[in-house]
């Protein structure tokens, strides 16, 4: 089996990394790693991905005078490591509209949120300020708007009394390290197609059973 070639992007803390490090790790799992790139030196990412025996590249956005340069150097970074499949975990830059043009339904996101809902960095805060009781996680296609493209997986996740933005940020990040490897493991085995800019998923173990919170009589 030929397993699909992705590249990580990071930013920080790297746990969406890890689930994909671990996923990998079976033999079955359809994907590897072939390269983490951070663009900042100090993501702790980084530590995981040469812990796993991962190629890694620094490449700081701050040396770059415009966004477009910076994407020019990560894309060659990407090619030469031999990436199939670009996977944005915790990457906390906008790719130019050049870049994703690149690579066509080839990059991947996770949000924190049911996306169209909450776009941004904050939304948890958002979820907390509009009082919804599910809000998740979404695994998408990229597109050149911050959040946007064909939506590939999602997890919903109960937002409770008393919640934090750290609470519900937790809650949601197990439901993130679950979804991830999933979505990556559909598009690998070719389960993902993408038409009229929507991504059809032939999975056929769909749950059709509704989430209620609270829960209903
Ligand atoms: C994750 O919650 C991810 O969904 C979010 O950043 C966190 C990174 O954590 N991404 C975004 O908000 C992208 N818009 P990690 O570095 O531990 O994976």
């Known amino acids: 089996m030929d397993k699909l070639k992705l590249g990580v992007l990071i930013s920080g803390r790297g746990s969406n990394l890890q689930a994909l490090i671990d996923a990998c790790a079976a033999a079955d799992y359809p994907a590897e790693i072939v390269l983490v790139v951070s663009n900042r030196p100090d993501a702790m990412g980084l530590e995981r991905a040469q812990a796993a025996g991962i190629a890694t590249r620094i490449i700081e956005h701050t040396n770059y005078g415009d966004r477009e340069s910076f994407d020019r150097d990560v894309d060659a970074a990407l090619r030469d490591a031999g990436a199939q499949l670009i996977c944005l975990a915790g990457f906390m830059r906008l790719l130019s509209r050049w870049f994703v043009e690149e690579w066509p339904d080839r990059i991947v996101n996770i949000h924190p949120s049911l996306l169209p809902a909450f776009k941004g960095t904050d939304s948890h805060a958002q979820a907390l300020a509009t009082g919804v009781k599910l809000t998740g996680c979404t695994v998408h296609f990229v597109r050149s708007e911050m959040d946007a493209g064909p939506i ?12 934090t933005e750290d609470s519900l940020a937790a809650r949601v990040l197990t439901a993130e390290h679950q979804c991830y490897p999933t979505a990556i493991r559909l598009i690998a085995e070719g389960r993902v197609t993408v038409e009229d800019n929507r991504a059809i998923n032939t999975d056929g173990n769909m749950a059709a059973r509704p989430l209620y919170n609270p829960p209903a009589d």
Request: charged content about 10%; proline content about 17%; overall charge negative.
């Open 152 to 163: 590939i997986m999602q997890a919903a996740v109960p937002v409770l009394p008393g919640d």
